[in-house]
């Protein structure tokens, strides 16, 4: 069976796309393809697979670089300037605008106000800012989340430091979780931070290990495997 990623974000209009509207709309949305899946998901993907009620039909998730925006994670020595940057300065604009205006900057790509916000508001503890019947239900989706997962991250990856990787897992108690941490110089570079391993340039050298987990559930990566603690 093929990997796929999750189009979870991608048609919402912008003024009213947030972690509220996925919540709601991954609960009422199609059912997963077929009754087994693999998934993989990178950022806030990766990290929200298990919002939905039919996560439980993953069978095996690859997560790359995956965290929920805790400021307070972000890699030492950097926290304040991507603190400006995305918690500050980000839901300015959004407010501003109506929308961040990130591709004009060249910050990534342009993003809805709602995700914005949601992505400068990030808290310590994700399902905080929901209250009563809606944050159990969230809660109730992530311990049902009983796929492996095998969470992947750069050790010069800002966003996606082992702590926030590890508080990233956490809220699937219930998923046989393993976290890899692989160097630049693995692959024979300078550097690679939070983007990179999508690159062409790894079709070669990171790709292929992670269909190797997808298809067959082996880490390809033991060596670099850190604790959870």
């Not at 670089?65 to 604009?93: E, I, K, T, V």
Request: hydrophobic fraction near 40%; include cysteine; aromatic fraction near 14%.
């Amino acid at each position: 069976m093929s990997a796929s990623i999750i189009p979870f974000i991608a048609i919402t209009p912008r003024r009213r796309m947030s972690s509220g509207w996925l919540e709601i709309s991954w609960v009422g949305s199609p059912p997963l393809w077929g009754t087994q899946t693999e998934r993989r998901g990178s950022h806030f993907g990766g990290f929200g697979v298990g919002l939905a009620a039919n996560g439980r039909r993953i069978n095996r998730l690859l997560t790359v670089g995956a965290q929920h925006a805790y400021w307070r994670d972000y890699r030492p020595g950097q926290r304040l300037r991507l603190w400006w940057r995305w918690h500050a300065l980000m839901p300015a604009l959004a407010c501003w605008n109506g929308y961040f205006p990130g591709k004009h900057l060249g910050w990534l790509e342009d993003l809805p106000q709602g995700v914005a916000m949601d992505w400068a508001r990030g808290r310590k503890d994700f399902t905080a800012r929901r209250a009563g019947p809606l944050r159990q239900q969230i809660q109730a989706h992530q311990a049902s989340f009983t796929a492996p997962t095998l969470a992947v991250a750069a050790t010069d990856d800002p966003f996606a430091t082992d702590v926030a990787v590890a508080r990233a897992l956490s809220y699937y108690p219930n998923s046989p979780a393993t976290i890899v941490l692989l160097k630049p110089q693995d692959f024979d570079r300078a550097e690679i931070g939070h983007f990179s391993l999508f690159h062409s340039s790894f079709r070669h050298t990171f790709w292929p290990g992670t269909l190797q987990w997808l298809r067959e559930g082996v880490n390809p990566w033991p060596q670099h495997q850190a604790r959870i603690d």
